[in-house]
């Protein structure tokens, strides 16, 4: 039995540690902002009785801000906490510690008007178009539910006609608005989630690896199609992904993360120029290019993953570090800026 | 081609699937050859026919699949004229496989290392100690505590320990050639990288042909010898990777290559193609890829010849056509 | 595993203890039991002298406490019609008999069923397949009592080959038998189809194929011993169930089971001996609860080891 259970006091005794900020070092405005963001979950039971066995520490700590037209791409392996983050930041889950600023409040103290506002700001696209549509509806009631819902001085017509030009923005045809999602690709599936999610002008949208369920040649005009989009209407993507080819062309900022935590922070044009931690290294290496020449050193690691329940001591990378040090088993590396735009939590660079 | 060094030869393979709407030709008149020891990549989107070619090779077909046509040549002899009971002679024994999905591929209920050591009774009757050998493979396949690890059963291990048990059965009877359909794409990037060196390990010790079967170009640049794209159940071009990747002859596999976004740097706009795979009922006469081609013209109605590029790269266009 | 018991065993009790107590408010409160015993024209003292032999008079609180206490030494109490005979006694009987049938129907049901489900599996779409459907679905929509009568008519009346009614030797079981099985024959056949069908179709039989094994060996290995899981599952509940309810059937039959002796003792308003009979039921279908659970855990691995 591993019952999955949220742990309890979702936040509520953790007070704002530091002032929020309003506008990041670019100037752009904040929507949001996590400080020593975790999540924690109950898990098993030892012995008979229900006491958890242990926590799951999917999340364990991470600082970072959204600001209006900027992506973040997460990336990690299927354990490092990145879903978890996700849900967080869609407000599925609440923080077991730290904060998460929504324009500079606390997302877990919101008012009931504060909470739709946030629903409406934030929302989400999934990695598999086939079964986050559900079938039976169509596809004008699959991309009007959201208006129905939270606008309700909107009338049938006015609906329909929002419909029809969200349906243009991404690239369909009115005469779709008739028709069910089995009538459809999997890329046209997923431009109807995102005409879903675009239809209350959110300020952030959750991308779950948004382009891995399409078929290789279906991936670049979706791609292409969230960067118009974002360009268009200024909105703040947070992209989830495991590709990291796919998250260089969509992010200005990388997040590497790995037990929970982040191991490297960065804008992608210097990450993907010069990766400084070793799983950064590590992943990038993974990355398989079709190119022949300069390809970069491939790295392989050893061993797996270490279980999120008891995360080794000191930096979490350390067992299959291919350049670990006697320090890394005995202090955890804080995420320090080694360059303007450039951070990363290693003792390599001190 | 008559090289005495072809150990897989398959001529104009037709496998055909009934569907409630019709016939499905998934595999439409495929060919190709595999040199011994050399890996080759089929590589293609969901619905290329791909995986179907590979199941049709070891006649693992769906319920409602059937070889309609073609010759399937291993070591001189054809195995689509072999009778059921025959083909569970060569399955495992000379032409063994590794599945996509390491959690469904081992039967839940029995012990992983019971898994490897059954493969080894049924084919080698009298190997003295099949429980050993099966241990001797997990350590081969670097399965940490390989005595103990025989014992857990398939949950009790990661996706990454699992696809090696899956790789240790591959391997349990030193078959000549083996077919991966996709043994990565349900793991993660550091952990497919393992396996990828693993498999390369084992192809140098049991001087191994692999067919293996991905959409990710990626890891057919890294690891195959020559590669066979597929499109809407035909290969559209096929040759060694170096040649095929970086003088692409056809429109599909040139706009693909183009299309995948990298690390190296980041355009303003993925060069994309335009339209999607044709539905499997809907098939175009001529071209496949023709109603997304850039280049199409009026021969494109027909279905164009395979067409020598090179000695060793074939393209199926028009374009190549002199 | 060991945990995996315990957690099962102490989950099951506490059910024991919720049914328990759910009877004892049903009888209880629901109809004053001292009113039905009584003949019409009794008097208001007779009334009070019988609820005060029953102990109706007590506070219901005492009345739990010392009905659980009985239930704890597996006391059931005395039966108000055939005095002096305590319903423990009266029950142990007809419970052998009930087993006896519910096993013999379950022997019929498990080796006509499963064949049945597994032979269609085996030869999905193919003749074979739509014979033993319609086998299937015609066990499902027969009403058992019909089916007894036809049964007794056709074998015992016309043919004269086997007893109507009664217990006795092998040949009184297989008419009780056969129709207290046909429901679950059906059931199990339609089970037993469906999850072969998922598992022919799973990955790990194409893996079994592709290392060479003959067909039959992934058939009776490999897919067997998964299609059985929801089996086992489906087999110990209608056991249970099979004991239960099977009061049409020994009606018909005249066997002397508890569903007799629950029919005899509701047309005599024996309301102690109902009220064990039910509570011996709710005992069995737990019980059989906790053993498919723990059999789960054997078949199972993944159940064993969490």
């Known amino acids: ?350 | 081609m008559n090289d005495k060094d072809v150990i897989l030869s398959v001529r104009n393979l037709q496998t055909h699937l009934r569907t409630r709407r019709g016939v499905v030709k998934a595999v439409d008149g495929v060919s190709f050859d595999v040199r011994r020891g050399e890996t080759l990549g089929i590589v293609g989107e969901s619905g290329s026919g791909k995986s179907m070619t590979a199941f049709s090779i070891v006649q693992l077909l769906p319920r409602v699949g059937r070889v309609v046509g073609g010759e399937v040549i291993f070591n001189g002899e054809d195995l689509l004229k072999k009778s059921p009971r025959e083909m569970e002679k060569v399955r495992g024994k000379h032409v063994s496989m590794v599945l996509q999905d390491p959690l469904t591929s081992l039967n839940p209920v029995f012990r992983t290392g019971d898994q490897i050591a059954e493969t080894i009774r049924h084919h080698l009757k009298d190997a003295p100690d099949p429980k050993g050998k099966a241990v001797e493979l997990m350590r081969q396949v670097r399965i940490p505590a390989p005595a103990t690890a025989y014992r857990y059963y398939p949950h009790q291990m990661s996706g990454g320990m699992r696809q090696r048990v899956l790789g240790a059965i591959g391997v349990s009877c030193e078959p000549e050639f083996l077919i991966a359909d996709e043994p990565t794409s349900a793991l993660d990037p550091t952990i497919q990288a393992q396996y990828l060196d693993l498999l390369k390990d084992l192809q140098k010790q049991y001087n191994l042909t692999i067919i293996f079967i991905t959409h990710d170009f990626g890891i057919v640049a890294t690891i195959c010898d020559t590669v066979a794209v597929m499109y809407a159940g035909k290969i559209v071009e096929t040759g060694p990777v170096r040649d095929v990747f970086q003088r692409p002859s056809h429109p599909y596999t040139e706009a693909l290559l183009k299309s995948l976004p990298s690390l190296e740097e980041k355009p303003k706009r993925l060069p994309s193609i335009s339209g999607q795979p044709p539905m499997p009922h809907e098939m175009p006469t001529g071209c496949r890829f023709a109603p997304r081609c850039p280049y199409k013209f009026d021969k494109c109605e027909e279905y164009p010849p395979d067409t020598h590029v090179s000695p060793t790269h074939i393209s199926a266009c028009w374009r190549s056509v002199k | 595993m060991k945990w995996y018991i315990l957690r099962r065993v102490v989950q099951s009790a506490f059910v024991l203890i919720a049914v328990t107590t759910m009877i004892f408010v049903l009888s209880n409160f629901l109809a004053d039991p001292a009113v039905i015993l009584l003949p019409e024209d009794a008097q208001k003292e007779d009334y009070e002298r019988l609820r005060h032999d029953l102990g109706l008079d007590r506070p219901a609180i005492v009345r739990y406490g010392i009905y659980m206490k009985a239930l704890a030494t597996g006391d059931l109490g005395e039966s108000i019609r055939r005095v002096g005979y305590k319903v423990t006694d009266l029950i142990w009987t007809p419970l052998g008999n009930s087993a006896k049938l519910a096993l013999a129907a379950m022997i019929f049901t498990v080796c006509t069923g499963l064949p049945l489900g597994i032979i269609a599996a085996l030869n999905r779409g193919k003749p074979l397949d739509y014979i033993s459907r319609i086998f299937a679905v015609a066990g499902l929509v027969t009403p058992g009592w019909w089916l007894g009568i036809i049964m007794i008519i056709l074998f015992s009346v016309k043919l004269r080959l086997l007893p109507a009614a009664g217990t006795g030797d092998i040949k009184h079981y297989i008419l009780p038998a056969t129709v207290l099985g046909t429901h679950a024959m059906a059931g199990l056949a339609r089970l037993a189809r469906s999850s072969m069908l998922e598992i022919l179709d799973s990955e790990y039989i194409k893996m079994a194929r592709a290392k060479g094994l003959p067909w039959r060996t992934v058939v009776w290995k490999h897919a067997l011993r998964n299609a059985l899981i929801p089996v086992v599952t489906f087999s110990g509940l209608y056991f249970a169930l099979l004991i239960t309810q099977a009061i049409t059937i020994e009606v018909v039959f005249a066997w002397p089971g508890l569903g007799r002796l629950m029919f005899d003792s509701l047309g005599s308003q024996d309301y102690v001996v109902v009220q064990g009979t039910i509570m011996l039921a709710a005992f069995i279908v737990v019980m059989f609860n906790l053993l498919v659970d723990i059999t789960y855990g054997w078949i199972d691995p993944r159940i064993r080891y969490t």
């Open chain 1, 1 to 350: 039995m591993t019952a999955m259970k949220s742990s309890s006091t979702p936040g509520g005794g953790a007070a704002v540690a530091m002032p929020p900020q309003t506008t990041s070092m670019s100037g752009r405005k904040v929507l949001l902002e996590a400080q020593n963001l975790k999540k924690h979950f109950a898990v098993g039971r030892a012995g008979f009785l229900g006491k958890p066995a242990g926590h799951v520490r999917a999340v364990d700590g991470v600082d970072f801000t959204i600001s209006a037209g900027q992506t973040i791409a997460l990336a990690g392996e299927s354990g490092c906490g990145k879903t978890t983050l996700g849900n967080v930041l869609l407000r599925l889950e609440l923080p077991t510690e730290g904060a998460l600023l929504w324009e500079g409040k606390d997302i877990v103290t919101l008012t009931k008007e504060e909470r739709q506002g946030y629903r409406r700001s934030v929302q989400a696209v999934f990695q598999d178009p086939w079964s986050s549509l559900d079938g039976r509806m169509k596809v004008q009631d699959l991309v009007g539910e959201p208006l129905v819902i939270n606008e309700k001085q909107m009338s049938r017509a006015q609906v329909l006609e929002r419909v029809a030009e969200l349906m243009d923005q991404v690239g369909l045809q009115e005469v779709h608005m008739e028709r069910f999602p089995h009538e459809f690709s999997g890329g046209q599936r997923q431009r109807i989630a995102v005409a879903r999610a675009l239809s209350l002008n959110p300020k952030v949208i959750i991308l779950d690896e948004p382009v891995s369920a399409l078929d290789v040649s279906i991936r670049a005009q979706v791609m292409n199609l969230l960067k118009e989009l974002q360009e268009k209407y200024n909105m703040a993507y947070f992209m989830i992904s495991h590709n990291l080819a796919t998250a260089r062309f969509i992010s200005d900022t990388v997040a590497i993360m790995y037990l929970g935590r982040f191991a490297e922070y960065a804008e992608s044009e210097l990450f993907f120029k010069k990766p400084l931690h070793p799983y950064s290294q590590a992943l990038v290496s993974a990355s398989l290019p079709v190119e022949f020449e300069n390809r970069r050193q491939r790295i392989v690691l050893q061993g797996e993953v270490p279980s999120p329940i008891n995360p080794p001591s000191g930096c979490r990378f350390r067992t299959r570090c291919p350049q670990v040090m006697d320090i890394c088993s005995e202090i955890q590396p804080e995420l320090m800026e080694v360059a303007r735009g450039h951070r990363v939590a290693c003792h390599l660079y001190k």
